[in-house]
T-cell receptor, first 113, second 116 residues
Framework: AQSVTQLDSQVPVFEEAPVELRCNYS??????LFWYVQYPNQGLQLLLK??????LVKGINGFEAEFNKSQTSFHLRKPSVHISDTAEYFC???????????FGSGTKLNVKP | EAGVTQFPSHSVIEKGQTVTLRCDPI?????LYWYRRVMGKEIKFLLH????????ESGMPNNRFLAERTGGTYSTLKVQPAELEDSGVYFC??????????????FGPGTRLTVT
């Protein structure tokens, strides 16, 4: 079985500051890794994913994440956040069959002016 | 291309009543999944359909929950009778099935269920 831990339930940050949202996972098998974002009153939108290859993955809206196998982490970063990035972010893992995603409990990013 | 749609967006019912949630997947997606997020906790897997068949229902909490996908198109999730702990956001997702392999899941906006 897999599990995902997002240690920070809320992250306040000022506009144009850098941000890192942490995600650690545990799994006995190889996994795929994902970050989803949920804007207010909207569904989950895929930000980026790691399937294989380069461990640095670039996604939409200037976000990127780095897969670290030894530390079983997949932290999400953005060098300069905007007010519009205020949302809840979910880290998820799945097995290589893409079925049954396991999600973290979410991190609410609050970007202040 | 239309995304995954869910109906209703919100539902408020009393304990003991019945509620049916509907999910329309992206056209052509044979895989359909239900997930639930309770009280700000993690989003948890409920079950997975491949076409009209239940592939994995290991996440269904109890027999008060019944999921169907007649004809392999839209799916319904019925809760009967509803209990207070069933409150939460129910997400539906769908994905393509090609050569026996599933691909990334696309999520709907969710249905927020409140049981009072």
């Amino acid at each position: 079985a897999q599990s995902v831990t997002q240690l920070d339930s809320q992250v306040p940050v000022f506009e144009e500051a850098p941000v890192e949202l942490r995600c650690n996972y545990s799994s006995s098998v190889s996994v795929y890794l994902f970050w989803y974002v949920q804007y207010p009153n909207q569904g989950l939108q895929l930000l980026l994913k790691y399937l294989s290859g380069s461990t640095l993955v670039k996604g939409i809206n200037g976000f990127e994440a780095e897969f670290n196998k030894s530390q079983t982490s997949f932290h999400l970063r953005k060098p300069s956040v905007h007010i519009s990035d205020t949302a809840e972010y979910f880290c998820a893992v799945s097995g290589r069959n893409f079925n049954k995603f396991y999600f973290g409990s979410g991190t609410k990013l609050n970007v202040k002016p | 291309e239309a995304g995954v749609t869910q109906f209703p967006s919100h539902s408020v019912i009393e304990k003991g009543q019945t509620v049916t949630l509907r999910c329309d997947p992206i056209s052509g997606h044979d895989n359909l999944y239900w997930y639930r997020r309770v009280m700000g906790k993690e989003i948890k897997f409920l079950l997975h359909f491949v076409k009209e068949s239940k592939q994995d229902e290991s996440g269904m909490p109890n027999n008060r929950f019944l999921a169907e996908r007649t004809g392999g198109t839209y799916s319904t999730l019925k809760v009967q009778p509803a209990e207070l702990e069933d409150s939460g956001v129910y997400f539906c997702a769908s994905s393509q099935l090609f050569a026996g392999r599933a691909y990334e899941q696309y999520f709907g906006p969710g249905t927020r269920l409140t049981v009072t």
